[in-house]
C-alpha cells in the first residue's frame, strides 16, 4: 500500500511539471490534437467507404462494432502515449550517450524512470475525441453499461494499455546491442496497427499468435469485445 501510495504521488508530481511544460509549447498540444482528430476521421472514413460500397460486415462486425473498436483504440493509444510515449523513444539515446548509467544509480526503480520520466498530457486531453464515438457506438448497439461491465471493460482498457507499452519497451532495449534500431521500431509499429481491425478477420489459425506471441488483439479488441458481450472465458483468461 505504502508503495502504491509513493507511486501516485510521484506519477502525480510528474503530471504537474508535465502540464506546466506543455502549455508552454501550445503548439505542440494542437498539432497532437488535430493530428489525432485526423487519424481518427482517416479510420472512419475508410471503413465506412467499405460498408457504403455494400460490405454488411467486416469479418461478421457491424459497422457500429467497427466503430466502436476505432474508438477503443484511440482510447488506449491516447492512454499509452500519455504516460510512456515522450519516453520510450529515447532510451537508445540514453543508452548511446551513458546517461542511462546515472538513472541505475538513482534511488527509484529504473524502468519505471524511463518510461514515465516526461509525461504528455496533450495525448491525454486529444484522447477525449475519442469518447463521443464510443457514446454514439454504444447507443447503436442499444449496450446497458453497468457497473461491472464498466469494470471489465476498465480492466481490460488497462491490459491493452500495459501490452501497448511493452511492445514499444521491449524494441527499445535492442539498444544495448543495436546502435541503430529505427528499422526494428518502424517494423513493430507497423504491425501494431494491425489492432486496427477486428479479430475475426484474420485466419483462426492465427488467432493464437495474435493472442500469446504478438498480442496486438489484446489492445483494444478485447475491450470492444467486452463491452458488446462477446469476450469468451478463453479469451477472457488469456487477458489475465
Known amino acids: 500500500m505504502d508503495k502504491a501510495?509513493?507511486?501516485?504521488?510521484?506519477?502525480?508530481?510528474?503530471a504537474k511539471h508535465s502540464s506546466v511544460r506543455a502549455m508552454q509549447y501550445p503548439m505542440t498540444f494542437w498539432s497532437i490534437f488535430f493530428g489525432s482528430v485526423g487519424e481518427l476521421l482517416v479510420q472512419v472514413l475508410f471503413f465506412s467507404l467499405i460498408y457504403l460500397a455494400g460490405a454488411t460486415s467486416i469479418g461478421g462486425w457491424s459497422v457500429a462494432e467497427v466503430i466502436l473498436l476505432q474508438a477503443m483504440t484511440g482510447i488506449v493509444a491516447s492512454i499509452e502515449l500519455f504516460l510512456f510515449g515522450a519516453n520510450i523513444g529515447q532510451i537508445p539515446r540514453l543508452i548511446r550517450t551513458g546517461r542511462l548509467d546515472k538513472a541505475l544509480l538513482l534511488p527509484i526503480n529504473t524502468q519505471l524512470l524511463l518510461s514515465c520520466y516526461t509525461l504528455s498530457p496533450e495525448w491525454l486531453i486529444s484522447g477525449l475525441v475519442n469518447v463521443p464515438l464510443l457514446v454514439w457506438a454504444v447507443r447503436q448497439l442499444e449496450i446497458k453499461m453497468t457497473l461491472g461491465l464498466w469494470l471489465h471493460t476498465s480492466l481490460l482498457v488497462f491490459v491493452g494499455v500495459t501490452v501497448s507499452y511493452a511492445l514499444s519497451f521491449i524494441p527499445a532495449t535492442l539498444a544495448f546491442w543495436k546502435e541503430n534500431i529505427f528499422s526494428v521500431q518502424a517494423l513493430v509499429s507497423e504491425v501494431v496497427n494491425f489492432r486496427n481491425y477486428p479479430i475475426s478477420i484474420f485466419p483462426a489459425k492465427y488467432h493464437w499468435l495474435i493472442m500469446h506471441v504478438f498480442p496486438i488483439a489484446l489492445i483494444s479488441?478485447?475491450?470492444t469485445l467486452a463491452i458488446t458481450s462477446q469476450l469468451t472465458a478463453y479469451q477472457s483468461g488469456v487477458a489475465v
Open 5 to 14: 501510495r509513493a507511486f501516485a504521488r510521484l506519477l502525480w508530481v510528474l
Open 221 to 223: 479488441n478485447f475491450p
